[in-house]
């Protein structure tokens, strides 16, 4: 008879993956806000020049929202 416990995957190795890849995203995430900050900005501030109010989404919340949208579609392939 042979042993078969002794190749059985172990529980404990995909904690490591997924905290890498969490990482992983966590940096593209990063990389990709910082980017779109200053387009975001810009745009922001023409739409704030063109109604004449700030009551819309600030270069923080474009820039987060455009991070949100992009990141994804690079780790979905």
Do not use: H
């Not at 416990?5 to 890498?20: D, G, V």
């Not at 593209?28 to 020049?49: H, N, Q, S």
């Not at 270069?59 to 455009?66: D, E, K, L, V, Y």
Request: overall charge positive; glycine content about 2%; proline content about 6%.
């Amino acid at each position: 008879m042979s042993d078969l416990t002794s190749n059985t995957p172990m529980e404990q190795s995909a904690a490591p993956k997924r905290n890498a890849q969490k990482t992983e995203f966590m940096v593209y995430f990063a990389v990709i806000f910082v980017a779109t900050l200053p387009l975001a900005c810009l745009t922001w501030a023409l739409a704030a020049f063109k109604s004449r109010s700030f009551t819309d989404k600030g270069p923080m919340a474009r820039a987060w929202t455009q991070a949100r949208i992009i990141t994804p579609m690079i780790f979905s392939r």
